[in-house]
Nanobody, 115 residues
Framework: QVQLAESGGGLVQAGGSLRLSCAAS????????MGWYRQAPGKQRELVARITSGGTTNYADSVKGRFTISKDNAKNTVYLQMNSLKPEDTAVYYC?????????WGQGTQVTVSS
């Protein structure tokens, strides 16, 4: 069964916006951190943004000022608002969730930014 369900990817023009969502199944208990990673062809997977259970956030330098991570605890959902998108943001974006027992991953959603 899918434990992290991602949505919101797609094709957008440079300068546009997308909002990614990731809903965590209630089967995952006591999540300490949720985040978004991305991987472009031929490149390493990299951290985009993360948020702790206490609300502390971290961002990659390349997305600071453009992307915002947030969460809705009642819905067990984390979001990534992506503004001022650039072609170099094109990648598969993966949701992650961490607890003391495991690191969980979504299946990935494609984001493509055209010039």
């Amino acid at each position: 069964q899918v434990q992290l369900a991602e949505s919101g990817g797609g094709l957008v023009q440079a300068g546009g916006s997308l909002r990614l969502s990731c809903a965590a199944s209630t089967i995952i208990f006591n999540i300490s951190t949720m985040g978004w990673y991305r991987q472009a062809p031929g490149k390493q997977r990299e951290l985009v943004a993360r948020i702790t259970s206490g609300g502390t956030t971290n961002y990659a330098d390349s997305v600071k000022g453009r992307f915002t991570i947030s969460k809705d605890n009642a819905k067990n959902t984390v979001y990534l608002q992506m503004n001022s998108l650039k072609p170099e943001d094109t990648a598969v974006y993966y949701c992650s969730a961490l607890n003391r027992w495991d690191n969980y991953w979504g299946q990935g959603t494609q984001v493509t930014v055209s010039s």
